[in-house]
């Protein structure tokens, strides 16, 4: 099973729909990011948790909610999706208290917004 | 703000032929680490190799290089005699040790097709 689990792995959903993204991971990492993948603008940070209580905004957040149900649970909402959120998105992880360890992907999301 | 560009967005090879993927960032830091992934048509990203700011020896690894030169801003990536499973998306990354969130940012990525 993979480390960093993300549902579902595609989906297909009309303009103004609500839709949640979920991620789960089994390797107890404090930190947890949401990233989107564009076609030529590499990997760009949505939201991003340092634990349970704490929740910050990156790059590009407008149009999107997170929701960090426990340690190892972070999901991504889209209140009313909009076309121009059809993209790849990715969860990610990775651990406190080491310097700067790799972050560890889930597989990806493809979410095509009609 | 920290930048990281990857100037080469397509690059083909023939098969067994040496590729060099460029990798160039910007930081204010004198902290900072540098990664390497590569994501395969499958779509999942890999990670290939972390570097941190005060380490400059080259690394290898198999088929794979690094080259990490601070006086050019420049972590490039060789891989000698590379093969059609080496085809991919490539991607640089960087992260500053001030930054409270240690993300990664990324550059856009470079498609490497190899050829038989």
């Known amino acids: 099973d993979a480390d960093v689990t993300q549902t579902p792995r595609n989906r297909i959903t009309k303009t103004g729909k609500r839709i949640m993204l979920e991620c789960s991971q089994t390797?107890?990492?404090?930190?947890m990011y949401w990233y989107r993948q564009d076609p030529g603008l590499g990997l760009r940070l949505i939201y991003y948790s340092f634990d349970v209580k704490d929740i910050n905004k990156g790059e590009i957040s407008d149009g999107y909610s997170v929701s960090r149900q426990a340690q190892a649970k972070f999901s991504l909402s889209l209140e009313s999706a909009i076309p121009n959120q059809t993209a790849l998105y990715f969860c990610?992880?990775?651990?406190?208290?080491?310097?700067?360890?790799?972050?560890?992907f889930g597989q990806g999301t493809r979410l095509t917004v009609v | 703000a920290q930048k990281v560009t990857q100037a080469q967005t397509e690059i083909s090879v023939v098969e067994k032929e040496d590729v060099t993927l460029d990798c160039v960032y910007e930081?204010?830091?004198?902290?900072?680490?540098l990664f390497w992934y590569k994501q395969p048509p499958s779509g999942e990203l890999v990670f290939l190799i972390r570097r941190n700011s005060f380490d400059e020896q080259n690394e290898i690894s198999g088929r794979y290089s690094w080259n990490f030169q601070k006086s050019t801003s420049s972590f490039n990536f060789t891989i000698t005699a590379s093969q059609v499973v080496d085809s991919a998306v490539y991607f640089c990354a960087l992260s500053e040790s001030s930054g409270s969130a240690r993300q990664l940012t990324f550059g856009s990525g470079t498609q490497l097709t190899v050829l038989p």
């Open positions: 990610a992880t990775s651990a406190v208290g080491q310097l700067n360890t790799e972050a560890f």
């Open positions: 390797k107890g990492h404090d930190r």
């Open positions: 930081t204010r830091d004198t902290t900072y680490y």
